[in-house]
């Protein structure tokens, strides 16, 4: 299993601006994953991040509006730029785990809510 | 394409009820299913997983067969607990991708 760090865990954020959550690992994977989760809803992916390479988006997420970077195997960001109400959601750091059965794991969340 | 189908609710339980929550699935090769689980205020939990057919996942109680033939994984407890109140969600994992299931929320009631 994996141990996955996110921060910030809660936001209130103003119309407008720009926040980066951060996702640290216990140990060093390769496919880390962000996924959004509005509310009472179930789990979109947005992107994918492996270190070494441009993260790859999903239909209807651009890199304008969610810049990713994944520096090293432990660490990823996500960036939410320009927040709109409606990027209220929960956002979701996972990484997969191949030797425990192609098992993906989750972070507690970033609950951010848009003013 | 790949997809997770799973009963709508919310589930309304007694404590000490037995529970079932329906998920069944589409997809071609052979599949790993998983059940996860968010409790209030927190993020998703892997619960219990199989990766081949007829392989049982458990843990905490729940069970879930990964049936091929009706293509099913059906998570079961046979008592659920007040703590047990969740959105429970099933997955699958084919190909380098995961698929998440619309998720159930149960309450179980004291």
């Known amino acids: 299993s994996a141990v996955i760090s996110q921060k910030p865990s809660r936001d209130i954020c103003q119309r407008g601006t720009s926040l980066t959550i951060q996702c640290q690992v216990d140990?060093?994977?390769?496919?880390m994953f962000w996924y959004r989760q509005q509310p009472g809803q179930s789990l979109t992916l947005i992107a994918t991040a492996n270190q070494g390479s441009e993260a790859t988006y999903e239909s209807g997420f651009v890199i304008d509006k969610f810049p990713i970077s994944r520096p090293n195997l432990t660490f990823s960001t996500l960036t939410v730029s320009n927040m709109s109400p409606e990027d209220s959601s929960i956002y979701l750091c996972?990484?997969?785990?191949?030797?425990?059965?192609?098992?993906?794991?989750f972070g507690e969340g970033s609950w951010l809510t848009v003013v | 394409g790949d997809s997770v189908t799973q009963m709508e609710g919310p589930v309304t339980l007694s404590e000490e009820a037995f529970l079932t929550i329906n998920c069944t699935y589409t997809a071609t090769g052979y599949p790993s299913l998983f059940w996860y689980v968010q409790y209030p205020g927190e993020g998703l939990q892997l619960l219990l997983k199989?990766?081949?057919?007829?392989d049982k996942g458990s843990n905490k109680g729940f069970e879930a067969t990964y049936r091929k033939e009706t293509t099913s994984f059906h998570l079961e407890k046979g008592s659920v607990q007040v703590s047990d109140s969740a959105v429970y969600f099933c997955?699958?994992?084919?190909?380098?991708?995961?698929?998440f299931g619309s998720g159930t929320k149960l309450n179980v009631k004291p």
């Open positions: 996972s990484v997969y785990i191949q030797s425990s059965g192609n098992t993906i794991y």
């Open positions: 140990s060093q994977v390769t496919m």
């Open positions: 997955a699958l994992y084919n190909f380098n991708k995961f698929y």
């Open positions: 199989a990766t081949k057919a007829d």
